[in-house]
T-cell receptor, first 118, second 113 residues
Framework: AQSVTQLGSHVSVSEGALVLLRCNYSSSVPPYLFWYVQYPNQGLQLLLKYTSAATLVKGINGFEAEFKKSETSFHLTKPSAHMSDAAEYFCAVTPRGHYGGSQGNLIFGKGTKLSVKP | SQTIHQWPATLVQPVGSPLSLECTVEGTSNPNLYWYRQAAGRGLQLLFYSVGIGQISSEVPQNLSASRPQDRQFILSSKKLLLSDSGFYLC????????????FGPGTRLTVT
């Protein structure tokens, strides 16, 4: 069955430092991949998505993620952390069907809370 | 543009009382609709999804139910709440044909006392 693993439930970085949040998926067929961000007591906001075009995907707020099929990974990065990046980040996948289309339902990782120190 | 609304934003209910949470989507037609729950310290749990009016799929057996009386309206209900029903409830929608990303509402914080 499809699954998503986010390494590290909590990550702390200093303001201005590199942000790296890890996500690995399990699938024999590369799925569609997403990163979402959730601020306290708010809904999830889509940061970026990979659906089989360029392997390096740029999203909002300066975040980007690289799809690496050989490593079954989709890690999220940002070159320089800002205080406003403190939030919880979720990686998600949706299985790709036999004919390439999505089967619809998202499978979420358990989330990584990012703290940014001044 | 599309927007998704949820209400109420917060709710405190005693054990054994009924529940009704509502979600509506504007600016799109025939969406897929989803209900998720986030319990403290846990990830997102898919509760129900719907691909059309009156079509509900349940992912987790529990004392909750869902209904879709109109194309862009999704309701989460319970006849008798349990303490374990406390959590943050999120509604989401996606474009039916592509089934790719989902867009989330602002959520409802439910506390069962």
């Amino acid at each position: 069955a499809q699954s998503v693993t986010q390494l590290g439930s909590h990550v702390s970085v200093s303001e201005g430092a590199l942000v790296l949040l890890r996500c690995n998926y399990s699938s024999s067929v590369p799925p569609y991949l997403f990163w979402y961000v959730q601020y306290p007591n708010q809904g999830l906001q889509l940061l970026l998505k990979y659906t089989s075009a360029a392997t390096l995907v740029k999203g909002i707020n300066g975040f980007e993620a690289e799809f690496k099929k050989s490593e079954t990974s989709f890690h999220l990065t940002k070159p320089s952390a800002h205080m406003s990046d403190a939030a919880e980040y979720f990686c998600a996948v949706t299985p790709r069907g036999h004919y390439g289309g999505s089967q619809g339902n998202l499978i979420f990782g358990k989330g990584t809370k990012l703290s940014v120190k001044p | 543009s599309q927007t998704i609304h949820q209400w109420p934003a917060t709710l405190v209910q005693p054990v054994g009382s009924p529940l009704s949470l509502e979600c509506t989507v504007e600016g799109t037609s025939n969406p897929n609709l989803y209900w998720y729950r986030q319990a403290a310290g846990r990830g997102l749990q898919l509760l129900f999804y719907s691909v059309g009016i009156g079509q509900i799929s349940s992912e987790v057996p529990q004392n909750l139910s869902a209904s879709r009386p109109q194309d862009r309206q999704f309701i989460l209900s319970s006849k008798k709440l349990l303490l374990s029903d406390s959590g943050f409830y999120l509604c989401a929608w996606s474009v039916r044909q592509s089934g790719y990303e989902q867009y989330f509402g602002p959520g409802t914080r439910l506390t069962v006392t």
